[in-house]
């Protein structure tokens, strides 16, 4: 009797250790961290990137000044650094208050790291990027041919509250030089954007961002701003993909009708954003 239970302990350890082992291969056939059909190689040479992160590295309620790690989700700025560089562009990273990028621990774990994450994991150029990164107040977004803005946790508590960073994208947008591009809460950039007007500048624009359900899904509920709800306040045409099983397994990138935004929905849709950004800018 002991034997038979000693072999099924010892097969249910394997079994186990069997999908610890392929539990990253499990979730990218469900949907995480998808490959994008249409990726092609672009040679943008002479043409530079810019990546913006969060600087809040803590996720607290309100109220409270300590609670888990947070930051940037790993993949949200990796995936498309690495677009940007293999497309021989030059590529700078900022924060919103400059110096070392928090990066949420959890988005490095097994099971969900992905292959930019790897890859950055032991590129020392890149970490150096990351431990010294510019300030958006040092930083003139004119300067470049596309801006993205990396999400995670983090940036819901400095993006969308960001009065100078609003004040840049405008700049930027005006300026007709760079594309700008998010994924997920990395959206939260734009909604104090204005117009000439004095209008928000996304009102009537096609944009995404994570949904509410993923949000909920994920058990996040006490996160300043959450995506969807404030694009649909900035007046913007929110639009999303679902999953039946969880919106962390989804995903969906829109351009705008002026081909200036182009936001992606979650950790997902870092390569299909950074892909359509580099090829509207390819046809300039």
């Known amino acids: 009797m002991k034997n038979k239970i000693m072999k099924i302990l ?19 056939w469900m949907g995480l961290h998808p490959k994008f ?9 002479g043409k530079r990137a810019l990546v913006v992160t969060t600087s809040h590295g803590v996720l607290n309620k309100p109220g409270e000044t300590t609670g888990k790690p947070t930051g940037v989700f790993g993949s949200e700025m990796t995936v498309p650094y690495y677009e940007f560089l293999d497309a021989n562009m030059e590529v700078d990273l900022a924060s919103v208050k400059g110096g070392e990028i928090p990066i949420d621990p959890q988005s490095f774990y097994y099971m969900i790291k992905d292959d930019a994450d790897k890859r950055y994991l032991k590129d020392e150029v890149f970490q150096q990027k990351v431990k ?16 993205f803005f990396a999400g995670g946790w983090g940036a819901a508590y400095d993006m969308g509250q960001s009065e100078l960073l609003a004040k840049k994208v405008s700049e930027a947008y005006y300026a007709q030089t760079p594309i700008l591009g998010s994924v997920c809460h990395g959206a939260l950039a734009f909604i104090q954007a204005k117009d000439t007007t004095g209008n928000l500048l996304i009102k009537g624009r096609t944009m995404t961002g994570v949904t509410q359900g993923q949000l909920d899904q994920l058990g996040i509920e006490f996160t300043p701003l959450h995506p969807e709800g404030e694009l649909k306040k900035a007046g913007a045409i929110y639009k999303a993909n679902h999953h039946s099983i969880s919106d962390m397994l989804a995903t969906i990138t829109v351009v705008d009708e002026e081909e200036r935004f182009v936001t992606g929905q979650n950790q997902n849709s870092g390569h299909e954003t950074a892909q359509k950004m580099m090829e509207i800018l390819s046809k300039k």
């Not at 610890?20 to 291969?25: A, I, M």
């Not at 059909?37 to 040479?45: A, D, I």
């Open 10 to 28: 010892g097969v249910l350890i394997i079994v186990i250790a069997l999908l610890v082992l392929l539990s990253p291969k499990i979730l990218n």
């Open 37 to 45: 059909e249409g990726s092609q190689q672009y040679n943008l040479k």
């Open 132 to 147: 010294t990164s510019l300030a958006i107040a040092e930083v003139d977004f004119t300067k470049y041919d596309v801006v």
